[in-house]
């Protein structure tokens, strides 16, 4: 598999691959599965009809790993790709997706991912998703991810779901619905900055006995951009469930956090919090005092903000 | 090393003009530990600001190995040498132990020698070199690590505001330590602590007393000390530590 420089650039940001990953993967480049390999353990195989992957992680195994980054390269390429997950009981397995845009062309590009994770009994995955663009064109980078996660008992899911930056458009979109004992933890980071802006919506529905969710989102919106986080738990049994939007706002940028949260049964217990400022003053300040500039303080505070 | 000339410093307050710092004149040279004492409210942390850069004064010098740092700000001075650690320290989302050590040093330090740092402030390394600085620390935990971190900057001037505010015993004499340390090797470095603590003031080679914003003594530990011993300005390490 050759890569050009801009793949692998791309690769790099996203999924931290410089070379053919371990274990099971497929790299999607300019809408074509460009390298794919299945392992003894877990099976790639394209969808027929539509655009996309089924991906088989068999049951009892151990540190899995499924490497799916997508790449592109082309301006004015528009895609809608359908990944299916189906993970075996008591199986662990990483999963690392993410996609860059690279569009140095006068017209849009435009990746629409939906992901959906079937996770068997006693089943462990963490998820991790990177969402990234570079290009000087006055084409839009695009990115809108579908994420569904229906968590069967005692599974276990960790997402970490991170927009680094040049993404023009977002709508990002999860739904989970976790059964008896389920537990899912989020860590969303979303950077806006220019004229961006950024959709995020979580429905995540508590449905069985001491089914748990902690959802926490941070983001920074520079430049004139725009965030709506809206993150909704939904609690219909005994079950604990936990949101959290956490942001910092600069120059002319604009947060709207809607936290939200559903009982339907008298034993859930939810919370939320929100919180929207600028960057403290004093964090400058005390930056400052160690030689840091202003400008150096501030990308400090930021990158550990959004770590 | 520090030089401050007539320095005054007003704030505006409910229309009025009040003056927290009226005309002070201090030289600290190298090699010494100065602290400055006094009443609260008599403008020894607004004094540690002014000369961090924190807070402009409305007239006056501060000069710092003979240059004008009067209209410097924070970063310059800091760059010049001068440190500053914060009488409530600051958290921050995200920035590890690790992180604010190696920023503070400006240096890519190996862990072995941010570990080197946080032992000298009694801190187990291992434990805390990649928690977050953040309020899941103790204000105790947090006093230690933002006195690491002047550590690792090796200024040639540190000021320390009231290292004793928010602390337990336990960091406290820990604490005392760090600074009995520092005025051993302190060689042409120099160390000016704000402190009403009197195992702090005994460690001082000149006390400065701070009232209203007026210098109203200033003096060898000895000639000062004394004086002062059963006020507000030199108290037993038993009280005060959880101001």
Redesign the interface.
Same mark, same amino acid.
């Given at each position: 598999m050759d890569l050009n420089n801009i793949q692998k650039y791309l690769l790099k940001e996203i999924a931290d691959i410089t070379e053919v990953p371990q274990g099971a993967y497929n790299i999607r480049s300019d809408s074509q599965s460009i390298g794919r390999q299945s392992t003894e353990n877990v099976e790639i195989t394209p969808k027929e009809g539509v655009s996309g992957l089924d991906i088989f992680i068999k049951p009892n195994v151990k540190d899995e790993t499924v490497h799916i980054p997508v790449v592109m390269t082309k301006s004015g390429l528009k895609e809608e790709v359908y990944n299916d997950f189906f993970i075996g009981d008591n199986a662990q397995v990483l999963i690392v997706a993410g996609c860059g845009i690279d569009n140095c062309g006068a017209h849009d590009s435009q990746h629409d991912g939906i992901h959906r994770f079937y996770v068997g009994k006693n089943a462990k995955v963490k998820y991790v998703e990177k969402h990234y663009g570079s290009g000087d064109g006055a084409g839009k980078r695009i990115l809108n991810p579908v994420t569904e996660v229906y968590a069967e008992e005692g599974s276990t899911v960790e997402m970490e779901m991170v927009q680094i930056k040049g993404v023009d458009d977002t709508t990002r979109t999860t739904v989970a619905e976790l059964k008896k004992g389920a537990s899912m933890v989020v860590r969303e980071r979303l950077m806006t900055h220019e004229e961006q802006q950024a959709f995020s919506v979580y429905t995540v529905n508590l449905n069985g006995k001491d089914a748990n969710a902690d959802i926490v989102s941070?983001g920074v919106a520079r430049d004139n951009s725009f965030q709506k986080l809206d993150l909704k738990i939904v609690g219909n049994a005994e079950c604990k469930g936990h949101t959290e939007c956490?942001s910092i706002i600069m120059d002319n940028g604009k947060i709207l956090a809607v936290p939200a949260l559903e009982a339907n049964d008298v034993d859930a217990s939810l919370v939320h919090e929100a919180a929207i400022g600028k960057i403290?003053g004093?964090?400058l300040?005390? *930056?400052? =005092?160690?030689? *840091? =500039?202003?400008a150096e303080a501030e990308e400090?505070?930021i990158? /550990? !903000? *959004?770590? | 090393m520090l030089k401050i000339k007539n320095l005054s410093f007003d704030v505006q307050s409910e229309g009025q003009n009040k003056e927290i710092i009226k005309d002070i004149s201090i030289e600290v040279p190298d090699g010494k530990l100065f602290v400055i004492t006094g009443p609260n409210g008599g403008g020894k942390s607004t004094l540690a600001k002014l000369i961090?850069g924190?807070e402009k004064p409305t007239s006056g010098q501060i000069i710092f190995n003979d240059t004008d740092i009067t209209d410097m700000?924070?970063?310059d001075r800091?760059?010049l040498g001068i440190? !500053?650690a !914060?009488q409530q320290?600051?958290r !921050?989302?995200?920035?590890?132990v690790l992180? *604010?050590i190696r920023?503070?040093s /400006?240096k890519e330090l190996s862990i072995t020698e941010v570990c080197s740092y946080l032992s000298k402030v009694g801190l187990c390394a291992a434990e805390y070199i990649n928690r977050?600085v953040n309020s899941s620390l103790s204000g105790g935990e947090l006093k230690r690590i933002e006195i690491a =971190?002047v550590l690792a900057?090796g200024s040639l001037l540190t000021v320390f505001d009231e290292p004793e505010a928010g602390i337990d015993l336990w960091s406290f004499s820990n604490l005392i330590e760090v600074f009995e340390r520092q005025r051993r090797e302190i060689k042409d470095r120099s160390i000016l602590i704000i402190s009403h603590q009197e195992r702090i003031l005994n460690i001082a080679d000149e006390i400065i007393v701070l009232k209203n914003g007026v210098l109203e003594t200033k003096g060898t530990k000895d000639e000062v000390l004394p004086a002062l011993m059963g006020t507000s300005s030199a108290v037993k390490e038993c009280r005060g530590v959880n101001n």
């Open positions: 941070r956490d403290a004093e964090q300040i005390k *930056l400052m =005092t160690l030689g *840091l =500039t202003e400090q505070i990158n /550990g !903000f *959004l770590r | 961090a924190i700000s924070i970063t800091a760059k440190g !500053f !914060f320290p600051v !921050f989302k995200g920035i590890q992180d *604010l920023i503070a /400006g977050e =971190t900057r």
